[in-house]
């Protein structure tokens, strides 16, 4: 089941999301960022257990991000992630959202939904406040995506 995050998803979500940072496959968030942004979440529940979250997050005008896309690696390859995202591109299209971009270290995956590889100079500086405050900056590694929601 795919449904908003609550309140009370944040602890799973950030340990989900944090155990990926820690393997280097992901970026870390912070706790008190999970608050601010709980809103942004959807999550992948079962057996009363968070198995996968995504966030769709406003950036710039019709300019959305999908971010923190992870998977419980037990579920992987049952088509959790697909989900997730399918559940983030029709939140992006209800928001009005006209483009989503994703910065990823799986381009692979996201090019099966329509993104296409981009360079970071295309989107909105507004983006690069959040990568300044990366300890990876600016050599993260994560390749910059975007899909016309039009």
Request: charged share 30%; hydrophobic share 45%; proline share 4%.
């Amino acid at each position: 089941m795919i449904r908003k995050a609550k309140l009370g998803d944040i602890p799973e979500i950030h340990k989900l999301i944090n155990d990926f940072a820690r393997q280097e496959v992901m970026l870390p968030i912070a706790i008190g960022d999970m608050f601010g942004r709980l809103r942004d979440f959807r999550v992948a529940e079962k057996d009363g257990r968070i198995i996968g979250a995504v966030a769709i997050h406003a950036t710039w005008d019709t300019l959305v991000e999908l971010r923190s896309l992870a998977v419980c690696k037990t579920v992987q390859g049952e088509g959790i992630g697909r989900q997730l995202v399918e559940m983030a591109l029709s939140d992006a299209v209800e928001l009005g959202a006209t483009e989503v971009f994703t910065l990823t270290y799986i381009p692979d995956f996201f090019e099966k939904f329509g993104f296409t590889r981009v360079d970071r100079a295309e989107l909105p500086h507004k983006v690069w406040i959040d990568c300044m405050r990366c300890p990876k900056f600016p050599d993260c590694g994560e390749v910059a995506m975007l899909k016309s929601l039009s």
